[in-house]
């Protein structure tokens, strides 16, 4: 079973840039795809990305597609989530998660603690 912790997020202007980190611990890793989700309060979890357990594949949703990159080090236990030109619209607390298949639906066996990501205008 693998354990998941998160770091990174905080507050950030429009256009800005973030990178959340997802530690991972215990046994295999590089046995599960990882994908990030976000959640807004009153509003449901929502997928953004994920990527595969050897990180050749990656998958994102409509909403972060061109903007956000998914990767990981299975060497260092970590994956990582790169959030470019952000805007107000992406506040939420953002999630890592672990799953068999990186297109799961919906997608989470395992989850991070979750982080804040404030984007002001």
């Known amino acids: 079973q693998v354990q998941l912790v998160q770091s990174g997020g905080g507050l950030v202007q429009a256009g800005g840039s973030l990178r959340l980190s997802c530690a991972a611990s215990?046994?295999?890793?590089?046995?599960?795809?990882i994908g990030w989700l976000r959640q807004v309060p009153g509003k449901e979890r929502e997928f953004l990305a994920s990527?595969?357990?050897?990180?050749?594949?990656?998958f994102y949703s409509d909403a972060v597609k061109g903007r956000f990159v998914v990767s990981r080090d299975n060497a260092k236990n970590m994956a990582y989530l790169q959030m470019n030109n952000l805007k107000p619209e992406d506040s939420a607390v953002y999630y890592c998660?672990?799953?068999?298949?990186?297109?799961?639906?919906?997608?989470?066996?395992?989850w991070g603690q979750g982080t804040q990501v404030t984007v002001s205008s």
């Open positions: 998660a672990a799953d068999l298949n990186m297109k799961t639906t919906p997608f989470g066996h395992t």
């Open positions: 990527v595969s357990w050897s990180g050749a594949g990656t």
């Open positions: 215990g046994r295999g890793f590089s046995n599960y795809a």
